[in-house]
């Protein structure tokens, strides 16, 4: 089973910057996607940035160049840095994976989400 430690939530001024920490924990081989999600009071969840194993980034829409996400697929962690952060910004993000083998052979084809760490940007 995977285990996620997220961190690097907060408070921060429109304007801003922040960076998201995500480390999976367990015995984990390989993990095909790993990234980001967002979910916004009364909003469904929404992808910010998902990174796959041969390193193809998606982002959402509303990045628009704001936000890097990079995996190191040795420590099975993944980071959100975000610039120019928006009131609109503000969610809970939530750490994912999909596609995850294990070292014993076995593997899950679905996703996983980590517990979520809150963003707020406001003045």
């Known amino acids: 089973q995977v285990q996620f430690v997220e961190s690097g939530g907060g408070l921060v001024k429109p304007g801003g910057s922040l960076r998201l920490s995500c480390q999976i924990s367990?015995?984990?081989?390989?993990?095909?996607?790993m990234g980001w999600y967002r979910q916004a009071a009364g909003k469904r969840r929404e992808l910010v940035a998902v990174v796959v194993s041969d390193g193809a980034r998606d982002y959402g829409d509303f990045v628009k160049g704001r936000f890097t996400s990079h995996r190191d697929l040795h420590k099975n962690m993944v980071t959100l840095q975000m610039n120019r952060l928006e009131p609109e910004d503000t969610a809970v993000y939530y750490c994912?994976?999909?596609?995850?083998?294990?070292?014993?052979?076995?593997?899950?084809?679905?996703?996983?989400w980590g517990q979520g760490t809150q963003v707020t940007v406001a003045s």
């Open positions: 367990g015995s984990v081989h390989s993990i095909y996607r």
């Open positions: 994912y994976t999909e596609g995850v083998t294990y070292r014993d052979g076995t593997s899950y084809p679905g996703e996983s």
